[in-house]
């Protein structure tokens, strides 16, 4: 199965926006599922929205593990039904009504891959595509959080940022595997541009959006 990416919208992001919330217990994951890496909790997502191969995604996804089982949370534009493999009480789907876009001000949690490419080699000549590299420091990290909300009609309080490492990602799958570096963002952030804010959270954050990173998990602030 290849992994279609979501391109990036020329116009906003319109559609009403669903949430999903699907609890797996480890065993059920490990054991029944052989649930080993983001991939393969990419592959057994998919199935939420049926036979999908060819089209582009159209959904964002993160896996928390919370003791010993797993939350999985989907953001979507499209509705979707609850997978097979999915306990009945462990399922549940809602929209998201427009007025919660209407609100100033949010607490957030992001779990992003914050890289930068490298143009050089070891010899310090240019190449062509170059390579990325993950973010450590936290400045460097405040400051690819700071672009991209820039660009994606929010600002953040760089005071209130908690930048939590998550370590390292793993992923396997035919004829490829590599690696993501996790970090979590905890903060608090206020919206400038709530249109383009709508279609930032409808679209994702960052790289690696098809291995479970990119999600903004918000919650309205007085």
Request: aromatic share 10%; with cysteine.
């Amino acid at each position: 199965m290849t992994i279609p990416t979501a391109p990036t919208p020329a116009q906003p992001v319109t559609e009403t926006l669903h949430l999903t919330q699907i609890h797996v217990s480890y065993e059920q994951a490990v054991r029944l599922l052989k649930i080993r890496d983001t991939y393969d909790w990419h592959q057994r997502v998919w199935q939420a929205f049926g036979r999908r191969d060819r089209e582009a995604r159209d959904f964002l996804v993160r896996i928390d593990r919370k003791e010993e089982s797993f939350r999985v949370l989907i953001l979507s534009r499209t509705a979707p039904a609850r997978p097979d493999w999915c306990p009945s009480a462990g399922f549940q789907s809602k929209p998201i009504p427009d007025a919660f876009f209407t609100h100033a001000s949010f607490a957030f949690s992001l779990l992003a891959n914050p890289t930068k490419k490298i143009r050089s080699n070891a010899q310090g000549e240019r190449t062509k595509n170059g390579r990325r590299l993950p973010l450590t420091q936290r400045e460097d990290l405040l400051g690819w959080l700071q672009r991209k909300a820039e660009v994606g009609g929010f600002t953040v309080e760089a005071e209130s940022v908690q930048t939590v490492p998550r370590g390292r990602e793993f992923f396997h799958k035919t004829g490829a595997h590599g690696t993501h570096a996790a970090v979590e963002f905890r903060g608090r952030l206020t919206v400038t541009d709530p249109v383009l804010f709508r279609t930032t959270v409808a679209t994702g954050i960052g790289s690696a959006k098809a291995f479970g990173f990119g999600l903004l998990v918000l919650a309205p602030l007085s």
